[in-house]
Nanobody, 124 residues
Framework: QVELVESGGGLVQAGGSLRLTCAASGRTHISYAMGWFRQAPGKEREFVAA????????LYADSVKGRFTISRVAAENTMTLQMNDLLPEDTAVYYCAHRSSAIATSRRNDYVYWGQGTQVTVSS
């Protein structure tokens, strides 16, 4: 079992910044990828960003490229998502996810463990 805990969500005005953090504990895979997904009310959960083991091959959704940056500290089992130039359409619950493979992907079904989510609200 892997436990994931997100933190750092909140309310911010458009153009502002937030930094999300995900801490992993428990039976994490020897080398694993992690990702961020988000879900707005009435919408499907969608891919935001992902990063492979030791920070390899970061991936981004087109909607966040150039504004969001994903990073991780493997030794500390933590991952962060720096979100800049936030837009009202970024409003959603953001979820951290763990994949028992070193390779990052954008497919939701590739991730087995999920956190409880943290709310991000961007006001216009």
């Amino acid at each position: 079992q892997v436990e994931l805990v997100e933190s750092g969500g909140g309310l911010v005005q458009a153009g502002g910044s937030l930094r999300l953090t995900c801490a992993a504990s428990g039976r994490t895979h020897i080398s694993y990828a992690m990702g961020w997904f988000r879900q707005a009310p009435g919408k499907e959960r969608e891919f935001v960003a992902a990063i492979g083991w030791r920070g390899r091959t970061p991936l981004y959704a087109d909607s966040v490229k150039g504004r969001f940056t994903i990073s991780r500290v493997a030794a500390e089992n933590t991952m962060t998502l720096q979100m800049n130039d936030l837009l009202p359409e970024d409003t959603a619950v953001y979820y951290c996810a763990h994949r028992s493979s070193a390779i990052a992907t954008s497919r939701r079904n590739d991730y087995v463990y999920w956190g409880q989510g943290t709310q991000v609200t961007v006001s216009s």
